[in-house]
């Protein structure tokens, strides 16, 4: 991690990717590049493809000098990888390809994401504002095991085929997730909840076990709580005020945290970290390439720019960059500015860019420490 008392400028890695990545991206470098002239801070940009991009110049959806950069670098932003042009199921080379090999080349075995409900935006959120208002979580999700990372393969049977996908977990890959997620809970409202399906699987029996005695030994002070993972599904939307901290395994985080993101009103706001026991984390934005709307600047920037700052925060330690972009975007949707996704009744969208534009200037004027004082405006990450 680099530190604000670092003399040396720090490296950032990007990988714009495919679709709106491009878009989303840039404007997370409009926006960061206004934190670290407003503090300070120095860094220099290092750039590379990704999934479909790289696909179609290089054959491979991770290349390797673009794996060799990012190994040198503090922090890699990502944009999104993919679209309908690479989408053969049955293609041997896809871009989701690198995204899983970048995951698992630089060890990053946990996904953050944390959900929030901006009060200027409970209205449009598809629930009942009671439902969802200050709900304020976080999924940590093991990144590079289970379904995703098992054996699989596909052979000939009477009557057809049969396909498989395998679901396994060995004890240290559990214990270091659990780690991770009982830390995090700590710091934030001591309570963690793990989400398995331990009435049926057997991966998920060694999951429940090794989280249960990874607290009880290491972590005495944090409350914790099983949850099946179809029920946890349901209490997301009933209930989802009861969770603060939600460990659980590749897949299952997975879906949990897309429909989390109904809770904040738009994929597009959410950002995620993906983090491991050394070398540089990596930042993205919850939501797809979206090459549907590529292209036409009407993309949320929002996830993206929330991205970089969690990237100032834990891999960079600028945590004055971090609160202030938090507080300008919170403070671009309170003034009403809305992008395409979350826009209301009667109002007028504005654009990828102009979002952004609008939360780097708010970054270059507001006064942190005065907000600090008066103990508004300073958000979780």
Known sequence: MSS????????????PGDGVGPE?????????????ERFGHRFELCQGLIGGCAIDRTADPLPANTLSLCRQCDAVLLGAVGGPQWDDPLAAVRPEQGLLRIRSELGLFANLRPVRVYPAL?????????????????????????????????????GGEHAYDTMSYTTPEIERIARMAAMLARSRGGKLTSVDKANVLESSRLWRATV????????????????????????LIQRPRRFDVIVTENMFGDILTDEASVLAGSMGLLPSASLGDGGPGLYEPIHGSAPDIAGRNIA??????????????MSLGWIDAADCITAAVEHVLRTGRRTADIVSAGQTPI??????????????IMDVAAKRSRETECVRT
Request: hydrophobic residues 50%; charged residues 25%.
């Open 212 to 235: 249960t005695r990874v607290i009880a030994d290491e972590f005495p002070d944090v409350e914790l709580e099983h949850v099946l993972v179809d029920s946890a599904a349901m209490h």
């Open 351 to 364: 654009g990828t860019a102009e979002m952004g534009t609008r939360i780097a200037d708010f970054v270059a």
């Open 4 to 15: 604000s008392t670092d003399t040396r400028p720090a490296r950032i890695m990007l990988l």
């Open 300 to 313: 949320n920037p929002i996830g993206m720019i929330l991205s970089a700052a969690m990237m100032c925060r």
């Open 24 to 36: 989303v991206i840039n404007e997370a470098h409009k926006v960061l590049r206004a934190a670290a």
């Open 122 to 158: 409970a209205n449009n959120v598809p629930l009942k504002p009671e439902i969802v208002a200050n709900v304020d979580l976080v999924v940590v999700r093991e990144l590079t095991g289970g379904l995703y990372f098992g054996k699989r393969g596909r052979e000939p049977v009477e």
